[in-house]
Nanobody, 126 residues
Framework: QVQLVESGGGLVQAGGSLRLSCAAS????????VGWFRQAPGKEREFVAL????????YYADSVKGRFTISRDNYKNTVNLQMNSLKPEDTAVYYC???????????????????WGQGTQVTVSS
């Protein structure tokens, strides 16, 4: 069983930055593909970014490409999401998720992930 805990959310002005962190217990992140998703009020949960197991290669949604960076710290067993140039439309609850069972080379759908954190609120004011 893998438990995920997100941290680092908050309120920031447009153009600002935040760094989210996802900590895992029960398994090392090196053996998992980890994704970040977000869900705004009244909208479906959407994919943001992922970092693949072992290789550490990354993939981003077009809406965040060039502004967000996902990374993995194997020593601390965390996956981080550095968010720069934030926009009001980035406001959402952000979730980290882990794919343990190799559902896809690039899992973009929430159903392809096996474990989820509780989420952390990010609010970007205009």
């Amino acid at each position: 069983q893998v438990q995920l805990v997100e941290s680092g959310g908050g309120l920031v002005q447009a153009g600002g930055s935040l760094r989210l962190s996802c900590a895992a217990s029960g398994r090392t992140f090196n053996g998992l593909t980890v994704g970040w998703f977000r869900q705004a009020p009244g909208k479906e949960r959407e994919f943001v970014a992922l970092i693949r197991r072992s290789s550490g290669s990354t993939y981003y949604a077009d809406s965040v490409k060039g502004r967000f960076t996902i990374s993995r710290d194997n020593y601390k067993n965390t996956v981080n999401l550095q968010m720069n140039s934030l926009k009001p439309e980035d406001t959402a609850v952000y979730y980290c998720a882990a794919d343990e069972y190799y559902s896809a080379a690039t899992p973009l759908h929430s159903s392809e992930y096996d474990y989820w954190g509780q989420g952390t609120q990010v609010t970007v004011s205009s």
